[in-house]
């Protein structure tokens, strides 16, 4: 699984950007056939958009053809191993199929099939006992090889870190992605979903009745466990981030980490700048009207200079006390010297 997994990630992040560039070549060629005019020239808006768009078919293609894979890819369960549905079926129905399977499988009769012979004995022994069948349903197969669980508890306490080691698993995947700038898009949705599969996970094995959600899916996919359904959405989720990233950038340009020191210095340049003009403009209003006897005029203009200097003097407090509040943050951060 953990192999498939990589696989899987390496292909979402070579072979989009590939494919992408072959399916707008294949469609400008169509284009040329039947409307050439239409066929956008390079480095245009068109062009552009064509491109995104081609970019956004591929993706949401390989993603729809990644969870059929990893539907078709998980293995034969114990139901399909006996002909049943996990829904709906009689005990009689189990008995039947496996001693009809036993008899064919019988190292007396079909000689090397030791293992499998074995593999349907366990197989049936778990689907007989309700208390092990609820596990598996649950909690999967590796959950019922627990020897010394006797009691549903038992068998879900023992399955329980190794179902959470899963989400610790995608959780710090989702940060080291973040760490190196990768999945920058849906960091929101990405945990809140982590959450909620998490929450769904441990009601569906710790409840009797399932979650709606899987009772639903079950009419998509009625020779799948609950458990197994599960695994398909789990791998839903990550090939739906995956593809958000790669959809984002040519929808939602990323914005520049610009950091607020930064913003900060900007701002108070700018004040400084706009109050030594302020300055001059007084001054040479001032000079405009001296000698002239248009005092009233003079008393207007330098007025409404007068109103705006007032504006600037309280960004200019303002200023000053943003930068008082900026010295003593960083004075806080920075640790005392060590005593002689």
């Known amino acids: 699984m953990a192999g498939g997994d990589i696989g899987g990630i390496f292909g979402w992040m070579l072979l989009p950007p590939f494919a992408a560039k072959c399916t707008l070549i294949a469609f400008h060629w169509i284009l040329r056939r039947f409307s050439p005019h239409l ?166 094995m710790t409840r009797l009745t399932e979650p709606a959600v899987i009772r639903i899916l079950h009419w998509v996919m009625p020779r799948r466990t609950s458990f197994e359904i599960a695994q398909v959405l789990q791998q839903v989720m990550m090939c739906f981030f995956i593809a958000l990233n790669q959809i984002g950038p040519h929808f939602i340009p990323q914005e520049k980490n610009v950091s607020t020191v930064v913003l900060a210095k900007e701002l108070l340049v700018g004040l400084e700048v706009t109050d030594k003009e302020i300055v001059g403009r007084g001054r040479r209003i001032v000079d405009m009207y001296k000698g002239t006897g248009l005092e009233s005029e003079l008393a207007a203009d330098f007025g409404a200079e007068m109103k705006l200097g007032m504006t600037m003097g309280t960004s200019k407090s303002f200023r000053t006390e943003y930068t008082e509040r900026m010295n003593d943050e960083r004075q806080k951060t920075v640790k005392p010297a060590p005593q002689q």
């Not at 090889?145 to 995608?170: M, Q, W």
Request: glycine share 10%.
């Open 39 to 204: 066929v956008p020239h390079p480095n245009t808006a068109k062009h552009a958009q064509h491109q995104r768009f081609s970019y956004i078919f591929v993706i949401l293609l390989y993603l729809g053809y990644t969870l059929w894979s990893t539907e078709k890819g998980l293995a034969p369960n114990y139901y399909a191993m006996f002909g049943l549905d996990p829904g709906s079926y009689a005990p009689q129905q189990l008995r039947s199929n496996f001693r009809r399977l036993s008899l064919v499988l019988h190292p007396d009769k079909n000689p090397g099939s030791e293992g499998l012979f074995i593999h349907v004995q366990g197989a049936y022994k778990v689907l007989a006992d309700p208390i092990m069948r609820f596990v598996y349903d649950r909690a999967g197969e590796a959950a019922v090889a627990c020897t010394s669980c006797k009691s549903t508890g038992d068998f879900i306490l023992a399955a329980l870190p190794r179902r959470l080691g899963v989400y610790l698993v995608y959780m710090l995947g989702s940060i080291g992605v973040q760490v190196f700038g990768i999945g920058v898009y849906g960091t929101y949705w990405r945990y809140l979903a982590i959450a909620c599969f998490l929450a769904l996970d441990v009601l569906m």
